[in-house]
């Protein structure tokens, strides 16, 4: 019997090709290609367009009336001058600290919530699961979570920038579905030989969930590091302000951080070269990270959706 019965014909260049798959044209490779090529430049141009104006100096922006697009005269003045100790230095330390301890205080939670959960014989497991997913539907507003944060004396508290938005139950959806695609073989050796649910989330389920822990971590990270809203609402000390909000008050408000309106004043920065530069420091936590995690989206989202 023929393979082509199967509905599979033989390729000489990958071996076998499913009939439902063409096989590939010079032309459309080209297309691909081009496309692909296209799509790189139309986010990047942007990206390069930034960075090269906020390493342009005072009389670069002048003569080509706005953003540069090639780098001549560079200078690092506004990175000094924002980096020198003033507001933004402040707020992009808040921003850290908040990722930080955000980040591993969501990633506790959601991860004790989401194994408790992938053991199907818990108690209430059914009722904390349907309530769970009820709040991705349902919520209360922006009056009522307000009330709740001021009630709880968390306003003016960096708490208030990390607890309102410390779980995403479609994070904690994720890993228990991959949770639940642990071999339940291991788990059962290690109830024999005297482990609790503690040591064998630690020791066994974790260990064989580094790819899923990792994509959500850096879910929950990101989005600390570009949060504002809650700052802008819970925050009425401008000296307890992330990078974020500072960011917005310099693009949107066009205010200019403390400490660095005298320079603008006199002609020594630039308060395009000033944003552009506020901008390359919110990008550059994220640019960083997302290679080392990208490896692991793929097998972390897809195998957390199937499994379970």
Known sequence: MSLLSFGIRPNSRSGLRPAWEEQPTRAGLAIKGVTLVAVCLAILFPLWVVVVTSLSSVQTITETGGL??????????????LLGGGQVTRATLVSAGVTVVG????????ILCAY?????GSVLHRPLLMFLLATMFFGAGLIPTYLVVQGLGLTDTYLSL??????????ILVLRAFFMGTAQELIESARIDGAGDFRILWQIVMPLSRAVIAVITLFYAVGYW???FNASIYLSDPDMLPLQNILNQ???????PTGLAQAINTGQLSPLAIQMAVMVLALVPVSVLSPFVQKHFKQGMLTGAIKG
């Open 162 to 171: 990390i607890l309102p938005s410390a779980v995403n139950v479609f994070n």
């Open 68 to 81: 540069v697009v090639v780098p001549r005269d560079i200078t690092f003045v506004a990175y000094q001058e």
């Open 116 to 120: 408790g959960l992938s053991r199907t």
């Open 103 to 110: 980040t591993l205080f969501s990633m506790a939670v959601s």
């Open 226 to 228: 570009s949060a504002w």
């Open 250 to 256: 310099l693009v949107i408000k066009q205010e200019r």
